[in-house]
């Protein structure tokens, strides 16, 4: 087992352990999500193991060598998983989480190592559906931080992730149901409150959705439900700057790209360099070394590691992305419009809903050379009232912070802890 770092700070009430877990999600801004609450947490002399389904992967993606690591209960490798469209939620839990009978027991006997060898006194989940059953079996306290996609709402069904397929109720009702008497079963065993629908698996501990509601892919949701605002890492990496004077050098806009390899990629840098004359900064990884240096020879500054994205948004008239939610939320709260090419399903339904905002403009990856012929992105560039929404939104969440966002959190997990007491 990895040893525990906690920060030297002293604290007034006995130190809490928190085990943090990221379970599913192919990209680092789950990890970097959760970073600033361990931070707090560690300042304040709490203890912290952080669960992740890699860890190499992640001591690269976190660059820290003070944060303890290990590998997630049950998390699964892409190979594990296998191709497969997915059409409603429950089927994301059965092939990427719960698996077989066989995975099932294997996972739980891992979870039931880990937390009977660390034993924390609350969780933290991410995007972690297998902890939170593990959670329940063990009664253990939980705070969940999604963004929307983690976490669906808790209704009787849970929902039909591409919505404009027609799926028969009848055969999710009969999944979830299969599912959910799974699950049950080792409820039953280990004395666990019993899933009445397959949607109680999230109804557990406290839920703060780290989102806006115009922007939970599932929302907006109940009143009940409580949004803290995202967290969003902005001030980490290398520092950059826009070029002093862009106008007088012949680049009328400024366009902040943060793309991952894609069809569409190459097309779109090019349009917006050689037709729109911008100046880009594209954060850009895994592309091959002949198109990094094919971009950069028309000017395009190519990075591949982490900027400070808050220095360059201030300035910047055009986010390019994939509708990954931190870039997104951190482009709105700086006012400026959004150009999506969603890649995945997640990132499709968070676009739909960043499009809805009037502040971004939604292009399938499949037809970038469709909507750059129509002049889609010239206008997102050239008319102000896709700005203008963008400033809106910012204005409309002007009040909120990052500091009180995270402080909400460390507070219900402390508050959490305290009920094991």
């Known amino acids: 087992m990895v040893g525990i770092v906690t920060s030297t700070k002293t604290v007034n009430s006995p130190p809490v352990r928190v085990l943090a877990v990221v379970e599913l999600g192919n990209n680092w801004g789950h990890l970097l999500r959760v ?87 609350v969780m933290l989940t991410d995007f972690a559906p297998g902890a939170l059953f593990a959670a329940r079996l063990h009664q253990l306290p939980v705070v969940q931080i999604p963004v929307g996609w983690e976490a669906p709402p808790l209704e009787s069904a849970l929902p039909v992730i591409r919505p404009w397929k027609k799926v028969d109720p009848a055969v999710i009702s009969r999944y979830e149901d299969r599912l959910r008497m799974r699950l049950n079963l080792w409820c039953d065993l280990r004395g666990a409150n019993m899933l009445e629908e397959l949607s109680d698996l999230y109804a557990i501990g406290t839920q703060l959705l780290t989102t806006f509601p115009e922007i939970d892919c599932f929302g907006p949701r109940c009143a009940e439900v409580n949004y803290v605002g995202p967290i969003i890492t ?59 240096g094919h971009l950069r020879s028309v000017g395009i500054r190519v990075v591949d590691a982490a900027v400070q994205l808050q220095r360059l948004l201030a300035d910047a008239h055009l986010v390019v992305s994939n509708a990954g939610h931190g870039v997104a939320a951190a482009a709105l709260l700086a006012g400026v419009p959004l150009l999506t090419i969603p890649l995945t399903i997640d990132q499709f339904l968070l676009a739909s809903k960043l499009g809805s905002t009037g502040a971004a403009v939604v292009m399938p990856d499949g037809e970038a050379s469709l909507r750059l012929s129509d002049g889609t992105v010239a206008q997102l560039l050239r008319e102000g009232t896709y700005r203008k929404a963008a400033k809106e939104f910012a204005q409309r969440y002007a009040g909120r912070s990052q500091h009180r966002t995270i402080n909400a959190i460390v507070q219900a997990l402390l508050d959490r802890a305290r009920t094991r007491e």
Request: with cysteine; net charge negative; charged share 20%.
């Open 234 to 292: 902005v001030d980490r990496g290398i520092p950059l700057d826009w070029a002093s004077d862009a106008r007088s050098s012949g680049a009328p806009f400024r366009v902040l790209v943060y793309l991952k390899p894609s069809p569409a990629l190459v097309p779109v840098l090019m349009y917006l360099r050689t037709v729109m004359r911008a100046e880009i900064i594209a954060i850009l990884q895994e592309l091959p070394p002949i198109v990094v």
């Open 35 to 121: 970073l600033p609450v361990i931070d707090s947490l560690l300042a304040e002399g709490h203890e912290v193991l952080f669960a992740v389904p890699d860890v190499g992967k992640a001591r690269l993606a976190l660059q820290r060598s003070d944060i303890a690591l290990v590998k997630c209960p049950g998390a699964l490798v892409a190979a594990q998983v296998g191709a497969f469209e997915y059409e409603f939620y429950a089927q994301i839990l059965e092939r990427c989480v719960f698996g077989d009978d066989q995975l099932l027991a294997r996972s739980i006997a891992q979870w039931d190592e880990l937390l009977s060898t660390w034993r924390p006194d």
